[in-house]
């Protein structure tokens, strides 16, 4: 369930990023009505997607093998299972407009409101889980639990909002066709660079599988495993300057993103050199106490993964730039040409070196189509002298 979440979640196309950056633009340049018109057009696109996705589902799930799709055996397991489905698909409708709160606060720099509110969330689903699996309660209302605490958790996010600012509350009247159509056309580059990085570097264990075969998994999951570490450390750090960006270039200071992203780039591949020295000196040794001797891996195995670590903490404050707004545009084209070119040289460096092709493939293509092009891109586009007026409107494109 939580791995079918993580794709569902794509089925917004990339409004909720869109939005984002015309919150922060707006904000930037001192407008309120730009934003309340943006949060009605969103909301009003994910209420139509969400009422045409309960409809899908209502058709198709009816007709869903579940016993055969998580290989249950006893008629009270299809039975539970089935509701489950049904529960997990309904909840997932509901939620969908519901989270749009998250997207407006990280657009007016407010994401440490998301952090609390998740947090508590967070605190009273473990609760919830706690009371249903003490209870026997079965999976049905886990499900319901779980997924309703968030809504709920959505919900108060909202209600904070609208006390600190009532004309955030989207309105009818407010929406407009022009303003879907723009808010749409900015949400399917993030689709697709969502697309890609599902396929290009999320795809990495169903590659190894089909491969190598599913006991191959377990040893570069592990080491997965200690490299999510680092790139969370890097979103942490990274992730709070995108609305910051975009709002600092809606205003025309490029010396102020200059050296934001000069201070971004610098620390976190300076912890990121950090973490990879670490875990190439104690990665063996940890890994052999943590799940057993059996899952080391092999020096070339964790060496590309301490390689990639390090491209990670390049690519991760590199990519918050570029997401924000004027920038988007060749940001997908680099993912596109980036992660096409990984799947590819998985499969023949995989072929060579064994499973340890998987990960050096992934850092190198990355390095080579997303890094390089990257830097090039922003800093050919942090010394033009058109930078202001830049909107979401009119992206930069390279000349020439």
Known sequence: MSSLTSVLAMLDFGIGNGLVNLVATSDGKGGNEPIRNGISNAAMILVLQAALLGVALAVLLPRFDVAGFFQLQSSTAIQDGAVAVMAFAALFVMGLPTNLIQKVNTGLQEGYVNNVVQGVSGILGLLAILLVVRLELGLPMLIVTTMGVAIVGSLGNWVIALRR??????????????????????????????CVMMLGVHSDNILISHIFGASAVASYAVLQKLGFIGSSVFQILSSPLWPAYAEALARGDTNWVRK???????????????VALLLLVFGKPLISIWVGPNLIPSTVLLLGFCFSIVVVSLTTPLSVLLCAGPLLKPQVVMHIIAGLSAVVAKVLLSSVIGVAGVIWATGICYLTFYVGPGLYVVLRFLRSKNVQGTSLERPFVLEG
């Open 165 to 194: 600012r009532p004309w955030l509350l989207p309105s009818l009247p407010r929406t407009e066709l022009a303003g879907m159509k723009q808010l749409m056309l900015g949400g399917i580059g993030f689709f697709v660079i969502d």
């Open 260 to 274: 934001a992203f000069s201070r971004s780039l610098l620390v976190c591949s300076g912890i990121g050199g950090c």
